[in-house]
């Protein structure tokens, strides 16, 4: 099992970038996917960008462009770049992460507000 915290989540005005972070109770090596799912209101949750351990990297069409995931091993994170941020984008963003055998394991959420 892994815990994962999220952190970096705020309000934004259009056009704007935040950074969320997510930390992991144990190393990034031996977690099998790692990533951010994000749920607005009235939505269901759905795929952000995800990250396969030695393997690529998968993005939602919609954030394709201005939403960046990069993993730092040596700190256990997993952290998302978003830039070019619109209201479409406000939802709660969620850290997901998997090791192999084991059950999916989800953080808390973290709000992402985009206003003017």
Sequence with gaps: QVQVVESGGGLVQPGGS???SCAASRSISSIYVMGWY???PGKQRELVAIII???STTYADSVKGRFTLS?????NTVDLQMNSL?????????CYARIIGAPENW??????????
């Design 38 to 40: 994000r749920q607005a």
């Design 71 to 75: 993993r730092d091993n040596a700190k």
């Design 53 to 55: 351990n030695g393997g």
């Design 86 to 94: 619109t209201l479409e984008d406000t939802a709660v963003y969620y």
């Design 107 to 116: 953080g808390q959420g973290t709000q992402v507000t985009v206003s003017s």
């Design 18 to 20: 935040l950074r969320l």
